[in-house]
């Protein structure tokens, strides 16, 4: 527990950030999962959805294929992928974070800002944390997990999907298609009259028509973020050396 407090002051700056991001994705969360029950800006259909099932439901509201074939890829949670990202604050400072997901409910994260970096592994209902330049984890089981100063992921609340009834005031409009690593995306922006000032990007691939690129910046506070997706195998493994904290 000694390890963590002497290292907590010099992580301040870093969980501020690290708040921010969570506030941003659960923002473009609720943009997502607002536009099944809101009214859109959104374009007639231009593309066909060959190799996705897309619900009828989401095609009379929206009469997008791209769209709603994306919607049924949206629950990232149990898809395999690596998130890396950058958030950068009103004052300049940039943090990375790289968040690893094995679709069985185990991540690992990764933070750093200004030469602090903190990870933690989530691995069946066991939470490890290691900070700065230490090579010991921290172990703590489910019951003394409450006490451990986390990494927080900030894609854990990308379940993007269109289920969810929230308020209208939501706008996404097609922009059309980028490159987006090796794959074409189609992207969207999502803006919500709730955060004028905040706009987001979501951009999803042309073939699979899963999540690739999230952005989202902020023109009041200055804080813009982010995130890159790739799929492939991930395996979260339990670290060693651990300490067991048991209090």
């Not at 890396?84 to 991540?107: E, L, M, P, Q």
């Not at 813009?224 to 067991?244: C, D, E, G, R, W």
């Amino acid at each position: 527990m000694s390890k963590l407090s002497k290292n907590q002051k010099g992580m301040a700056q870093l969980y501020v950030i690290i708040a921010v991001i969570i506030v941003l994705a659960a923002g473009g969360v609720i943009a997502w999962q607002a536009t099944k029950k809101s009214t859109p800006t959104a374009p007639s259909n231009t593309a066909s959805a060959n190799t996705a099932t897309v619900s009828s439901a989401c095609l009379k509201a929206y009469n997008d294929s791209s769209l709603c074939a994306f919607a049924e890829h949206t629950k990232i949670a149990n898809q395999q992928y690596v998130a890396i990202g950058t958030a950068t604050s009103g004052t300049g400072t940039t943090s990375t974070f790289t968040v690893s997901n094995d679709g069985k409910g185990n991540t690992e994260v990764i933070y750093g800002s200004n030469g602090q970096e903190i990870s933690s592994i989530s691995l069946g209902g066991i939470t490890y944390i290691q900070e700065g330049t230490g090579t010991t984890w921290l172990e703590y089981s489910s019951s003394t997990s409450g006490s451990a100063t986390v990494a927080p992921n900030p894609t854990s609340g990308f379940d993007l999907n269109f289920n969810t009834a929230t308020p209208v005031g939501v706008t996404v409009t097609k922009e059309g298609t980028s490159a987006c690593g090796s794959l074409t995306c189609y992207g969207y922006k999502v803006v919500d009259v709730s955060t004028p000032t905040t706009t987001a990007y979501v951009y999803f691939d042309t073939h699979d028509y899963l999540l690739r690129h999230w952005t989202s910046n902020d023109t009041t506070t200055g804080v813009s973020v982010n995130l890159t997706f790739s799929y492939h195998s991930v395996t979260i493994a339990k670290p060693s050396p651990v300490q067991q904290i048991t209090t």
